[in-house]
Every structure is written in structure tokens, then in C-alpha cells.
């Protein structure tokens, strides 16, 4: 410590935030290492079902076109694919996610900690703009009356 009263205060710096390079706590590892294999699970699971759930639709999508010719049943057909399409994106971003924790098991940096971070906020703003989204259709779904319940007298 300099006693020197000219000298501009200062205070000292912390070595956890005095580098990039610094290393990250034991303990905030050792949660992320215990997450990784659940955050992979769910997003290898996911896109294994996402894909078969698409090969399905578009095996359904040709029996409709081949056998009913129904606009109906194909436009059903589509707007499902769309939304299987738009399944994959946060399950990518989860794999991303479960790869920068596996990067941090080696490395154990703040620059491999900030991007899993990065990865799971981009998960979690994909989720959070979808459940608006959706909110809002079912909303307006249930204030124009589409999705009251049918009666047989209807």
C-alpha cells in the first residue's frame, strides 16, 4: 500500500476480474458441469423426435396429396411442419449451450462461461418471444370466439 498523499485513490483489483483469463469458481463449475448432460439429453432427444415428427408429416403431406387431394389436411400439414421448423432453433441453441459448458470443463474461463451464457440467453429470448407470440394467438383466438368450446347444438 503507498502512503503517498498525492497519489490518486485506488482500490484493489480482484483477481477473478482482473483478466479474460481468469478462472472461473469450483463451485459455479461444478453446477454447470452437473447441468451439460441434462441440457445435451434434452436437445439431442429433442431433435431426434423434431425430425421424426417432420418425416412423419411429410409422409402424411404425400398420402393427402396421393389419396384425398383435401387443401384442408395439407394446409394442416404444412403449418405443423413451420412449426417443427421453428422447434429446431432453441434445440440447436441448447446443443450450442451443452458444448460451451463442455469447452469450460477444460478450459474453466470466463471467455467459454460468457459464451454458454450467451447461448443459454438466446435459448431463453427464443422461448420467451414464442410463448408471447403464441399468447397472443390464443388470445385472439379467444376473443373472436375460434376457440370456445363446440356444443353438439351448435
Keep these: ?4 498523499p498525492y497519489q490518486p485513490p485506488s482500490a484493489p483489483v480482484s483477481a477473478s476480474y482482473a483478466s479474460a483469463d481468469a478462472q472461473i469458481s469450483p463451485l459455479v463449475l461444478h453446477h454447470l458441469l452437473r447441468t451439460q448432460p441434462w441440457v445435451r439429453l434434452v436437445s ?3 431433435l431426434i423426435m423434431t425430425v421424426l415428427m417432420m418425416g412423419l408429416m411429410l409422409y402424411t403431406l404425400s398420402l393427402a396429396n396421393a389419396y384425398a387431394r ?3 389436411m395439407t394446409t394442416v ?4 411442419i413451420v412449426l417443427l421448423v421453428l422447434a429446431i432453433y432453441p434445440l440447436v441453441r441448447l446443443s450450442k449451450y451443452a458444448s460451451a459448458i463442455a ?8 471467455t467459454d462461461l460468457e459464451d454458454a451464457l450467451d447461448q443459454q440467453r438466446a435459448f431463453w429470448k427464443f422461448v420467451g418471444i414464442m410463448m408471447l407470440i403464441c399468447t397472443v394467438l390464443w388470445l385472439i383466438g379467444l376473443m373472436t370466439g375460434e376457440m370456445r368450446p363446440r356444443y353438439r347444438g351448435d
Excluded at 1 to 4: A, E, G, K, T, V
Design 1 to 4: 500500500m503507498n502512503n503517498d
Design 103 to 110: 469447452r469450460i470443463r477444460f478450459s474453466q474461463g470466463l
Design 44 to 46: 439431442v432427444i429433442g
Design 70 to 72: 383435401s387443401t384442408g
Design 77 to 80: 400439414v404444412v403449418v405443423f
